[in-house]
């Protein structure tokens, strides 16, 4: 597609729910990215991909989160046992060729937990 | 972690006056990059230098770096109603990093 696409848009979850968030980046582009976004904040880096190698995750914040990209394209986030400081926006972002160049992001992810 | 930190945090000005908002950053950096973010919609890339780099300009954008300082900013010339945004740096830490790391951003309102 023209751009990185993210579904659902919107997500409300009870506490203790599992979710799970997916990215479409932009067809052909190697490196994608999750950050998440409080409000008010800047984005903060929680994984990368190149192809379908996570090559970093050192930005999740616990082991309820997990991220993939099996086949090195669509990604998803997910969040075990959702927790009221996971409410966030989850941005997807994907680059041609990593950070060499401009990343390309999704409007975003706003998870809502309750 | 945050790696840059913009300033300042909120800038209102009138249509058709320049905005400057400034960055720093802690560590050697591969490339800054800045964005713009509209509310409630993901962030677009505006404009990246690199480090060897001092100026930039695309439009009505001008960005400098200054490595020695560890400082950049970013002007908006002749600013427009469209341009209320919040605008971020991010930077690229060293060869062969991978991930941006944002600053908290600069709140930027253009009264019509």
């Known amino acids: 597609g023209a751009g990185v696409s993210q579904s659902p848009r919107y997500k409300v979850a009870k506490r203790g729910q599992d979710v799970a968030l997916r990215c479409d980046p932009i067809?052909?582009?190697?490196?994608l990215f999750w950050y998440q976004q409080a409000l008010g904040q800047g984005p903060e880096f929680l994984t990368y991909?190149?192809?379908?190698?996570?090559?970093?995750k050192s930005g999740l914040p616990s082991d309820r989160f997990f991220a993939e990209r099996p086949e090195g394209s669509v990604s998803t986030l997910k969040i075990q046992r959702t927790q009221q400081e996971d409410s966030a926006v989850y941005l997807c972002?994907?680059?041609?060729?990593?950070?060499?160049?401009?990343?390309?992001f999704g409007s975003g992810t706003r998870l809502t937990v309750v | 972690s945050q790696q840059g930190e913009e300033d300042p945090q909120a800038l209102s000005i009138q249509e058709g006056e320049n905005a400057t908002m400034n960055c720093s950053y802690k560590?050697?950096?591969?490339?800054l990059q800045w964005y713009r973010q509209n509310s409630g919609r993901g962030l677009v890339h505006l404009i990246l230098?690199?480090?060897?780099?001092r100026e930039k300009h695309s439009g009505r954008l001008r960005v400098t770096l200054d490595t020695s300082k560890k400082s950049s900013s970013l002007l908006i010339t002749a600013s427009r109603a469209a341009d209320t945004a919040s605008y971020f740096c991010?930077?690229?830490?060293?060869?062969?990093?991978?991930?941006?790391?944002f600053g908290q951003g600069t709140r930027l309102t253009i009264n019509p």
């Open positions: 972002a994907s680059s041609l060729a990593g950070a060499g160049y401009g990343y390309t």
């Open positions: 560590t050697s950096i591969n490339n």
């Open positions: 067809s052909g582009h190697v490196s």
């Open positions: 991909f190149q192809n379908e190698a996570q090559l970093d």
């Open positions: 991010a930077t690229v830490e060293g060869q062969g990093a991978q991930k941006l790391v």
């Open positions: 230098i690199r480090s060897n780099e």
